[in-house]
């Protein structure tokens, strides 16, 4: 199947104090939630950041044990909830561990909307407090994997409905780690995409096979031009199977210098909003040329 399709997303107004009016790239439709990861009533799971002093980072850590529970298919965030959602807390101290001395523990507790206990699991991190905070970033991010295998066994989250994607009936739609991008881009702005790509029903995976879509990223800033500079973002859908491009979002427009180099804010959402009109257009377009 080879179907390549361009796709300019228009570009509303901002009017910032300092600078006069500009233009803001893919303004927030007034009827729409400005969280920038929905989650289905009953089905999602905020992950809340841990208070330690073992921790350096909270909201990565958070942020990694939601990117694994995404992984197997449970609808997380560390962001809003909503009536529906359960909230899931870790607790990091140093427990005694027997003839070994004190050892790091976590537990993880979830917690249904109701403020009910729902599942526990507990991790001995078999290293000292001085290990555990010098401890390599694989090392972390297995005890979150480990951890998130224990916590999917009883999530216990109902299927998302969606649609199948035209031509590919079978493929799911992955959205791999932004790499280089610029500030919180590649929190922000990813977890607003697979936001709306959840809430259009489109069906998504953390981790692609050979028979699904990936949407990549891309981000490029100009250079100053009098206060202002260029952002050019592009979406690319491409299939794993066929090797090839399906289409390209372009949004670009011109943005106060430097105000995406570090917290997108709502600004994320804004452009995740814009691609997605895009990329349900180019689902059209793929079930026309089917």
């Known amino acids: 199947m080879t179907i390549l399709r361009r796709l300019i997303i228009a570009v509303l107004a901002l009017s910032l104090a300092a600078c006069g009016p500009l233009p803001r790239p893919f303004q927030q439709e007034k009827s729409r ?4 990861l929905t989650l289905e009533d009953g089905t999602g799971i905020v992950v809340l950041q841990p208070e330690s002093e073992l921790i350096s980072d909270p ?3 958070a942020e990694a044990m939601a990117e694994a529970l995404r992984a197997r298919d449970i609808p997380a965030s560390t962001n809003h909830g909503n009536a529906g959602s359960r909230y899931l807390y870790s607790h990091i101290t140093e427990e005694s561990s027997g003839n070994r001395g004190k050892s790091v523990s976590v537990l993880w507790d979830l917690y249904s909307a109701d403020g009910k206990l729902a599942g526990s699991h507990t991790l001995d991190m078999e290293l000292t407090s001085d290990a555990f905070k010098r401890a390599p970033e694989t090392t972390i991010k297995r005890s979150i994997e480990a951890a998130a295998d224990k916590l999917a066994a009883f999530a216990g989250t ?18 791999p780690p932004f790499g280089d991008a610029p500030g919180d881009a590649g929190t922000s702005l990813r977890n607003a995409i697979l936001a709306e790509l959840s809430d259009s029903k489109l069906p998504l995976t953390g981790k692609a096979t050979s028979k699904d879509l990936v949407l990549l990223c891309e981000i490029s800033l100009g250079p100053d031009e009098g206060g202002t500079q260029k952002a050019t973002i592009f979406w690319r859908l491409r299939s794993l199977e066929d090797d090839e491009e399906l289409g390209v979002i372009d949004q670009s427009n011109y943005v106060p210098t430097g105000s995406l180099d ?29």
């Open 33 to 36: 939630n400005n969280a920038l």
């Open 59 to 61: 909201e990565s850590w």
């Open 158 to 175: 109902k299927p998302r409905p969606t649609r199948s994607i035209p031509g590919y009936p079978d493929a799911r739609i992955h959205v």
């Open 262 to 290: 570090g917290f997108w804010g709502p600004t994320a959402g804004d452009i995740a909003r814009g691609a997605r009109e895009g990329i349900l257009d180019l689902m059209a377009q793929l079930r026309a040329d089917s």
